[in-house]
C-alpha cells in the first residue's frame, strides 16, 4: 500500500492512496488530510478495514462496469425512475446541473468520497448557493444512487450523501382579523371558493386543483384527499377528512351553478382541464403541457398572483410573500390558537405524526408557562393555605409569616 499527491485538473491537490486488494489494484481519495502523515495514518485505518471485511467475505471490488459509470449516467437512472412526476423531472434536471457543472459529467462514480462531496458543498456556500439549494442537489445525488443500487448497476454506493443542516425560517401567519378581511377581498376578486377550501379543509394547492366530484360526499360532509406527499415514487394515499358548514355550502353551491347539483365523478372541482381551453394558453408558460393529471399550470400560478393582489387589497403586510400554502397554515394556526388538540389537527393536515404538527406549529401554541405552573400546583394550594391558617397563631402569641404568593414572588433576606 501506497500513498502519493495527485494534482487534479483545477489545480487542487489531493492525497490518494494505491492498494492491491482480492487480486486488484484500487486508487482512493484521501479526504480531509494536509499532510502526508495525516494521509498515511487513515489510509493505513482504511486499508485495515478492507482487509478485515475482505476477510469477513463482506467486500466485493468494483466490476469494471461499476469502475466506468460516470456521473451523469448515473443522474440519469435517477431521474428515469418509475412514478417520477414532470415537475420533479425538471427540478432534478435543475439540481443535477449544479453537479455536473463541479465534477463533470464524465467523473467516475466509484471515485466519489467524501472529501469531494465537502468540496462541492464549499463550493456552492462560496457562490451564495442557499443551504435549502446545496440540500436539493445533494438529495438529488443520493437517489441516484440508491436508484443505480436497486437496478444492480453498483454493488453498493460509493459514498454516504449526507444534507447540510438548513436555517429554519419562521414565515409570518394570518391573523383571526387578516383571515376575515383576506375572504371578503379574496370574493371580490372571484377566488373566494378556493381560499374557503385552502383554509376550511386545510388542503394544499395541488390537492385543490386534483379535487374530483367523485371524491366529494355532499351527504356525509366528507373529502376524500388524494396526496402523493407520503409514500413511496408514485404512490397515493387517501384520507377521508370532515368538512365544515362553509366548506359544504361552497362545494354544493358549485354543484349546483355547474352541473345543477348531479356533477359528474370524473369533472375537476377548481381545475379545468385541457380541451376546455385553447392549447396555446395551456402551454404559454415555459411550454409546459401542464399538470401530468390534466390540470393546467396556467390557473394554478393564475390563482397565486390573484391572492396575492387580494391580500393586499385586505391590508396584509406581508401580501407580496403569501402563498397558498401559507393558507394551510393559516387554518392549523387557527385552531391551535383556539384550543384545538394537537392530535386533531394532525389528523386534518394529514401528517404522518403529531410530531410533525408540533415542529412546524410550535410557535401558534399557546405560550403560558405561568399558566401551567399555577396549574401544576392547584392540587397542593388548598392544602398550602390550611397549613399556613392552621400556623397563623403560635402558642406563645406570635404572628407566623404570611406564605408569599407567586406573583409576589419571595424576597432573599440576608443577616
Known amino acids: 500500500m501506497k500513498v502519493r499527491k495527485r494534482r487534479r485538473p483545477g489545480g487542487a491537490e489531493t492525497w490518494v492512496m494505491d492498494f492491491r486488494i482480492g487480486g486488484q489494484r484500487h486508487l482512493r481519495t484521501i479526504p480531509n488530510v494536509r499532510s502526508r502523515k495525516e494521509a498515511v495514518e487513515v489510509a493505513e485505518t482504511v486499508f485495515a478495514q478492507l482487509k478485515h471485511r475482505e476477510m469477513l467475505g463482506e467486500w466485493t471490488p468494483p466490476t469494471r462496469a461499476e469502475k466506468c459509470l460516470t456521473l451523469a449516467a448515473t443522474l440519469n437512472i435517477g431521474r428515469e425512475r418509475p412514478g417520477i412526476a414532470e415537475t420533479t423531472k425538471r427540478l432534478h434536471d435543475t439540481s443535477a446541473r449544479h453537479l455536473l457543472d463541479y465534477f463533470g459529467a464524465e467523473k ?31 438529495g438529488c ?33 394570518l391573523t383571526d382579523n387578516e383571515i376575515v378581511r383576506l375572504c371578503k377581498t379574496a370574493t371580490a376578486r372571484g377566488i373566494g371558493d378556493e381560499v374557503t377550501l385552502l383554509l376550511c379543509a386545510a388542503l394544499r394547492k395541488g390537492e385543490l386543483f386534483r379535487m374530483r366530484w367523485g371524491e366529494v ?27 365544515s358548514e ?42 409546459a403541457p401542464g399538470h401530468s393529471e390534466g390540470i393546467q399550470t396556467l390557473v394554478r400560478y393564475r390563482f397565486r398572483n390573484i391572492l396575492k393582489l387580494a391580500a393586499k387589497d385586505a391590508s396584509i403586510s406581508w401580501a407580496d410573500r403569501l402563498r397558498p400554502h401559507d393558507l394551510r397554515h393559516a387554518g392549523a394556526s ?27 406549529y410550535a410557535h401558534a401554541l399557546p405560550s403560558g408557562l405561568r399558566d401551567a405552573a399555577e396549574m401544576l400546583g392547584k392540587p397542593l ?11 397563623s397563631v403560635r402558642p406563645d402569641g406570635d404572628q407566623a409569616p404570611k406564605v408569599p404568593s407567586p406573583s409576589t414572588g419571595v424576597k432573599s433576606v440576608t443577616g
Do not use: W, Y
Open 217 to 243: 360526499d355532499l351527504t356525509d360532509a366528507t373529502l376524500r384527499v388524494r396526496s402523493t406527499k407520503r409514500g413511496g415514487a408514485g404512490s397515493v394515499r387517501e384520507d377521508v377528512i370532515p368538512l
Open 381 to 391: 394550594t388548598a392544602r398550602v393555605v390550611t397549613i399556613a391558617s392552621c400556623e
Open 334 to 360: 387557527f385552531l391551535l390558537r383556539h384550543g384545538a388538540a394537537i392530535q386533531d389537527v394532525s389528523r386534518l393536515l394529514r401528517h404522518s405524526k403529531a410530531t410533525t404538527t408540533l415542529d412546524v
Open 108 to 138: 467516475r462514480v466509484a471515485s466519489l468520497t467524501r472529501g469531494d462531496l465537502d468540496g462541492f458543498i464549499q463550493a456552492r456556500l462560496n457562490a451564495k448557493a442557499a443551504p435549502r439549494t446545496i440540500n436539493l442537489s445533494l
Open 141 to 173: 445525488l443520493r437517489t441516484a444512487l440508491q436508484r443505480t443500487v436497486q437496478t444492480r448497476r453498483l454493488s453498493r454506493s460509493p459514498v454516504t450523501v449526507k444534507l447540510i443542516p438548513e436555517p429554519r425560517i419562521e414565515r409570518p401567519t
Open 246 to 287: 362553509p366548506a359544504l355550502v361552497v362545494l354544493h353551491n358549485r354543484a349546483m351553478v355547474a352541473f345543477d347539483g348531479n356533477p359528474p365523478p370524473e369533472a375537476l372541482v377548481f381545475g379545468i382541464l385541457p380541451s376546455e381551453r385553447d392549447s396555446r394558453r395551456a402551454t404559454r408558460r415555459k411550454g
